[in-house]
């Protein structure tokens, strides 16, 4: 038998989306990019309010996502992202959480990025209103949460909601292969 006709057996890592959001979906895909993996997107509720509106609710939500999605799944790791705002002495910030879950080890989460809300759009979250459909009238667009996210348009572009996401996803992978490693 020839050397060169050795088959190597490839895992294929099953990788449960707890979102159909076409940005979550491609800030996984992106994060995943050097691995052989098949990537499955379900709707998974988040178990929280439509605006997560505490660090607390957003990484809960989160959470109950990613292990939605590893048990609908029936997957190797599930994912959850969550956008929520959080209050403090300065104002609004817009937060977001992610968990990985994996039947090897207990969920890992991390956040993102942060930063102040305008006041308008604080005071329509702060009466009960959910940040996508404020945006989309903010910004006189339809979708923004699928597409550039409240991110984009509050930093003028130079942040989507892809990369926004795909950052904390990457510190999720991260945790998740040190973890394995150790």
Same mark, same amino acid.
């Given at each position: ?103 090897? $080890? ?6 993102? =990025? ?7 759009? =604080? ?40 990369? $926004?996401?795909?950052?904390? $996803? ?13």
């Amino acid at each position: 038998m020839s050397p060169f006709n050795v088959e190597k057996e490839i895992t294929v890592m099953k990788i449960i989306i707890g979102s159909k959001n076409p940005a979550k979906i491609n800030a996984v895909k992106k994060s995943f990019s050097g691995q052989v993996a098949e990537f499955i997107s379900v709707d998974i509720p988040s178990g929280v309010n439509e605006q997560p509106f505490s660090d607390e609710e957003t990484i809960k939500g989160a959470i109950n996502r990613a292990v939605g999605a590893l048990t609908q799944g029936n997957g190797d790791i599930g994912i959850g992202l969550e956008g929520g705002v959080q209050e403090t002495s300065h104002g609004l910030l817009l937060c977001n959480w992610g968990a990985l879950a994996s039947n090897e $080890m207990e969920p890992i989460i991390a956040g993102g =990025a942060r930063f102040l809300l305008p006041e308008e759009v =604080a005071a329509r979250l702060r009466a009960g209103e959910e940040l996508g459909p404020v945006m989309d009238d903010y910004a006189k667009r339809q979708n923004v949460r699928k597409h550039e996210g409240a991110v984009g348009i509050f930093t003028n572009g130079r942040i989507n909601r892809v990369e $926004m996401f795909t950052h904390l $996803m990457n510190l999720l992978v991260g945790q998740f292969t040190y973890q394995r490693e150790r």
